[in-house]
């Protein structure tokens, strides 16, 4: 141990990084201590639906956050447009719920097939979501990454950002810039659930939560199992590793790289439609923030590394909603929260929590 | 024969779909409008909303021409039959999908579906203007000969225009006379001589001096605009186009800037109003420490993960600023007000000032600019951008540089938003969104990273030109999005690229002239 301290050369540099740590540190503890010690502004109550807000939300960060770190490991870019890739998955399954709640049901009168056949139009409305998101994804990649294949790092990362606010302004002039509302069918209302009492105040369990929940790490146990079992997982990986060596062993590098687009685009669309019907107002800015959060996420579980992705997710979900009241903020604050999470875990950790260390050329 | 069948095929189709999705956002009617007021067949003040017909035909015909030219070969080795057939099979399948659109959309319009909930460029009028204001079948065959007739058209301009064919050898011949005429080398000359030279440059002062008087009070807002985004394009440019690191919260140094120089300057919220001049110096120097602060952790960071976190950080400002956090200080979202404005003899800044001040300022940034990219700053940022590790390996402390760049980039961007603030008298949160960072990437990358003319030529494109298309505005976004895409694909290098410094040597002497064999 001391042995390694002496190695380290205090340069300008890791001084001034240590203080900043320091300096952070205490003052963290410090604002933790004083909200949590001096009178209770928040109940128990409140901090198990903090919890909760932040475990859901944090689900849809680590579905979106794979799609980076798939994206990522295998082509070192930045997909900036990821987010916008969400957004159309949004609309996709918006538009499958509004056309269902206009048809009426089968046999029944007087109710619309949402609500007379909840459990398919919410599979067809995931299905198409995530469908058209895949779709968006491939197309993507191939009008405006596969060109700039080869090229200086920075050329598809402009690129990507092209592409990330053609794709928004096109979704605002299509559809217009207001608000619009998802229909959930009955079964999945917003602001029903269960209630769970903590003290004397109980505490929303909502349906639309657990759901997004659950569907949040099935999708990640089944995204796991593909990427560990499956022959195209094997593939994905060996691209990863390194794309000459694959090709040689026969891998079509191209088509591996397309299907990786297209299982990111999926699992963001997914995330959309969970969004939507989560959050429930929506329009066409709903990707960029969260694909920037989900980004954040990415990195702080290590990117290129998709265990860390779903649990960048998580701790960042987590922290946002539990964070300004922890540190006893604003909730305005929650964004810089997630920016400020971001650039110290670059600053002190560039590989994240489960990351490895990463040789200069894929950072 | 069988390939660019199949070539104009698929352009075909995806002109088909350019032209729906223009149809969708509205951009059909928006061009049926340009084209009236162009041929002036739209009378101003017509209460009747119908347009004319014509106006769609020529749209139409616009976009089948463009489907011709690009389902063509342009080498000019298919034969006039091939060609014939590749502009109908490209006009054909266009259509195809244009006519499906046109027949579902129009006869579900009949039948009384609005579409406008989902869509709302597919109101009554305009679906009916895209039927030509006739049954939905009629539009359709109409669609049908428009797009095949004009894509014919294409193919056929593209092969009397392509090499070896008449018209192209006359034009050649002709492009030889002309280019005697305006040789290049009496202007490059001309400019050598320094009587002439001057003469230039008087003549140029002159003009750029009365020009403001001349254009009035919107012409000086324009270019006004114009002028803060050729500074902060020149800012930029230091960072990205000549040390190479993308910073995508540029943003935020323009922000302080301009919030220094309000607050110092506004009798609100603080009341110190001082020195104009004064607060723009303060200005300057309060966003170049921040560039210094925000340079120093994370400038080690490279390309993407560098450009992630300055947009973090540009929202982080636009963020805090409109908080109640700093409301005591920021005013928060309801902005600053009865920002200073400098006297001149006595008297306000009008618009004429303003643009003679951004005039002076540009040419000295220029200037300093310039002067930066030939030193031995500029060439350390080159070869920074280049390659780090090299420029590293050569002694080049990386570094100091890189944080040096975002200093003085930031410097110009303070200084810009100070100018800024001013102009407007007024700043609020809103004016400093992550939409301004990325217009002034555009203007370096669209004019070409490291370029100097690139920037003027850039802002001009980007900011001057939407003003006078102010019926696209609507759409400037969209183009912005796409040209990053294009440019980035077709000329990567910008419209006005850097040229290269070239070794001056020697030519060898007695080289063999080998043939040099390309495996294919």
Same mark, same amino acid.
């Given at each position: ?14 001084i ?11 003052y ?20 198990l ?10 689900g849809m ?10 994206v ?9 447009a ?47 979501g995530a469908?058209?998101?895949?779709l ?43 608000r ?19 003290g ?10 657990v ?25 994905m ?10 090709a ?7 088509s ?10 999926a ?6 439609v ?14 960029? %923030?969260?694909?920037?959060? &989900? +980004? !954040?996420?990415?990195v /702080?579980?290590? @990117?290129?590394?998709?265990? $860390? ?6 701790v ?5 909603s ?10 305005q %604050?929650?964004?810089?929260? &997630? +920016? !400020?999470?971001l650039? /110290?875990?670059? @600053?002190?950790?560039?590989? $994240? ?7 200069e050329?894929?950072? | 024969?069988?390939?660019s ?7 075909g189709?995806?002109?088909g ?29 017509s209460?009747n ?5 014509l ?11 463009f489907?011709?030219?690009s ?5 000019g ?17 266009a ?37 030509f ?10 669609f ?8 014919i ?5 593209v ?101 220094t ?49 300055t ?7 636009r ?26 003899r ?19 940034g ?17 070869s920074?951008?280049?390659d780090?590790?090299?420029?590293q390996a ?19 961007a ?67 999005g796409?040209l ?18 070239k ?18």
């Open positions: 141990m001391i042995e390694k301290i002496k190695k380290i050369r205090f340069t300008p540099r890791l001034l990084r240590m203080v900043i740590a320091v300096a952070l540190l205490v963290l503890t410090w604002r933790v201590v004083q909200v949590t010690s001096s009178e209770a502004v928040f109940g128990a109550d409140t901090w639906r903090f919890l909760i807000s932040g475990l859901v939300i944090g960060y680590a579905l979106i956050a794979i799609g980076y770190t798939l990522y490991g295998i082509l070192f870019m930045i997909n900036f990821h987010g916008e890739v969400m957004m159309l998955g949004t609309f996709a399954g918006y538009f499958v719920l509004e056309a269902f709640s206009a048809i009426p049901g089968p046999g029944t009168e007087g109710v619309n097939f949402l609500n007379a056949q909840p459990i398919i139009a919410l599979i067809l409305a995931f299905i198409v469908g058209v998101a895949a968006f994804g491939f197309l993507l990649e191939r009008i405006a990454y596969r060109p700039l294949r080869g090229a200086p790092r920075l050329i598809p990362l402009i690129s990507a950002i092209g592409a990330s606010i053609f794709l928004q302004n096109a979704a605002q002039l299509l559809f217009g810039p207001q619009r509302q998802y229909s959930n069918p009955d079964l999945l209302w917003r602001g029903t659930g269960w209630m769970i009492p903590v004397d105040k109980s505490v929303m369990l909502t349906y639309t939560g759901f997004s929940f659950v569907l949040s790490i099935l999708l990640m146990i089944g995204l796991f199992i593909l990427v560990k079992k499956t022959k195209l997982g094997k593939s990986r060996a691209v990863a590793e390194n794309k000459q060596a694959a040689l062993m026969g891998i079509d590098v191209d591996v790289i397309s299907k990786t687009f297209l299982i990111s685009g699992l963001a669309g997914a995330a959309g969970m969004w939507g019907i989560h959050n429930g107002l929506f329009n066409h800015y709903v990707g960029f %923030i969260p694909g920037i959060k &989900a +980004f !954040t996420a990415a /702080l579980g290590g @990117i290129g590394n998709i265990p $860390g992705a779903m649990l960048g997710g998580m960042l979900g987590l922290m946002e539990l964070g300004p009241a922890l540190l006893g903020l604003d909730f %604050i929650k964004d810089v929260i &997630a +920016f !400020t999470i650039i /110290l875990v670059l @600053i002190f950790r560039p590989s $994240g929590l489960l990351g490895e260390a990463l040789t050329e894929k950072i | 024969m069988n390939e069948l199949k070539r104009s095929l698929r352009l189709l995806i002109f779909i350019v032209v729906i999705f223009f149809m969708l956002i509205g951009f059909t009617n928006v061009a049926a409008n340009m084209i009236g007021d162009m041929l002036g067949n739209i009378e101003q003040t209460v909303p119908e347009l004319p017909v106006n769609l035909v020529l749209f139409t015909g616009l976009m089948g021409l489907t011709g030219v389902a063509t070969k342009k080498d080795q298919d034969s006039w039959v091939q060609v014939l057939i590749s502009g109908l099979i490209a006009g054909l399948s259509s195809i999908i244009i006519v499906g659109f046109i027949l579902i959309v129009g006869s579900l319009h009949t039948q009384g579906v609005d579409f406008r909930t989902y869509l709302p460029n597919l109101g009554g009028n305009e679906i009916q203007y895209l039927m204001y006739t049954t939905p079948l009629a539009a359709a065959v109409r049908i000969l428009i797009m095949v007739a004009s894509s058209l294409g193919s056929l301009i092969k009397s225009f392509s090499s070896g064919s008449t018209v192209n050898r006359a034009l050649k011949s002709l492009q030889q006379k002309t280019t005697k005429k305006l040789d290049v080398q009496t202007l490059k000359s001309a400019l050598g001589n320094k009587f002439i030279l001057m003469g230039a440059l008087v003549a140029v002062a002159v003009l750029m001096y009365f020009l403001p008087f001349v254009w009035g009070s919107y012409w000086n807002y324009i270019m006004g605009t114009v002028a803060i985004y050729i500074l902060l394009g020149l800012g930029l440019n230091i960072i990205v186009g000549y040390s190479g690191q993308l910073v995508l919260g540029y943003v935020a140094f323009f922000a302080i800037g301009a919030y120089f309000a607050l110092l300057t506004a009798p609100e919220p603080h009341a110190i109003e001082m020195n104009l001049w004064l607060a723009m110096l303060i200005a300057v120097l309060v966003s170049t420490l921040a560039g210094f602060l925000i340079g120093l952790p994370i400038l080690n960071l490279r390309g993407d993960y560098l450009a992630i976190v947009l973090g950080f540009g929202e982080i400002v963020i805090l600023i409109r908080s109640d956090l700093l409301t005591s200080i920021t005013n928060g979202p309801k902005g600053v007000t009865n920002v200073g404005q400098p006297f001149l006595g008297q306000l800044f009008n618009d004429t000032n303003y643009m003679h001040l951004l005039m002076l300022l540009v040419l000295a220029l200037f300093v600019a310039k002067r930066l990219k030939d030193s031995r700053t500029g060439r350390a940022w080159i920074i951008r280049e780090q590790t090299v420029a050569t002694g080049v402390n990386t570094f100091r540089y890189k944080i040096l760049a975002l200093m003085l980039g930031a410097a110009f303070g200084l810009s938003g100070a100018i800024f603030a001013s102009r407007n008298q007024f700043t609020g949160p809103e004016d400093f969104t992550l939409m301004v960072s990325v217009n002034v990437l555009c203007v370096v990358i669209v004019g070409g990273m490291g370029s100097l003319p690139g920037v003027v030529l850039g802002a001009f494109v980007l900011k001057g030109l939407p003003e006078l298309l102010r019926e696209l505005s609507d759409y400037r976004l969209l183009v912005f796409a990053l895409v294009v440019m980035m694909i077709v000329r990567p290098n910008g419209l006005w690229p850097v040229s290269r410094p070794f001056r040597k020697k030519p060898l002497e007695a080289t063999p002239d080998e043939p040099v064999e390309v495996e294919a």
